[in-house]
């Protein structure tokens, strides 16, 4: 979070060691729901989300390390309970982006950036992950069961 926000930059020391541990530490905590099917969809599907914008965008949409934090982030998110692992991942990237184009908004409305000014992607995507892993259940029975019927 604090490293991306400070550098624009998310290096691959923090990243890649992260995502082991995440791997490891869901399968010997919580291996029922934590299958390696899962954890695979999950990070697999964030993973490959940002890297069409990565090439899309030849890098200027996210950069490199948002690649790999998108796959931390849906390998955390990877084992529902309620709900399948990667409609949380999903949940998770919309918090995110919701959050980011909001600050966004109001950071060129106070004119302390323009259209083609650059912010970084990792807090939000840490906000999105966190707000997901504790209030996520209770985000997605909201949605499906009170905006859906």
């Known amino acids: 979070f604090f490293y991306d926000l400070m550098h624009k ?19 010997s905590f919580n ?9 695979l969809i999950g990070g697999g599907m964030i993973f ?18 948002d690649l790999r934090l998108g796959a931390l ?3 955390l998110l990877s084992s529902g309970n309620q709900f399948p692992g990667w409609l949380n991942g ?3 990237l919309v918090i995110a982006y919701l959050l980011g184009g909001m600050i966004s908004l109001i950071l060129m409305a106070g004119k302390k950036i323009n259209r083609k000014s650059t912010i970084p992607f990792g807090p939000f995507l840490v906000i999105g992950t966190l707000t997901t892993i504790f209030w996520g259940e209770q985000i997605l029975d909201w949605y499906f069961n009170k905006m859906l019927y």
């Open 9 to 27: 930059e998310i290096p691959d020391q923090l990243s890649l060691p992260a995502i082991a541990v995440a791997i490891i530490a869901l399968i």
């Open 48 to 65: 490959l989300f940002f890297l069409l914008q990565f090439l899309l965008s030849k890098g200027k949409w996210i950069g490199g390390g």
């Open 31 to 39: 291996p029922t729901t934590a299958t390696m099917l899962n954890i």
């Open 90 to 92: 999903i949940l998770g």
């Open 73 to 75: 982030m849906g390998i």
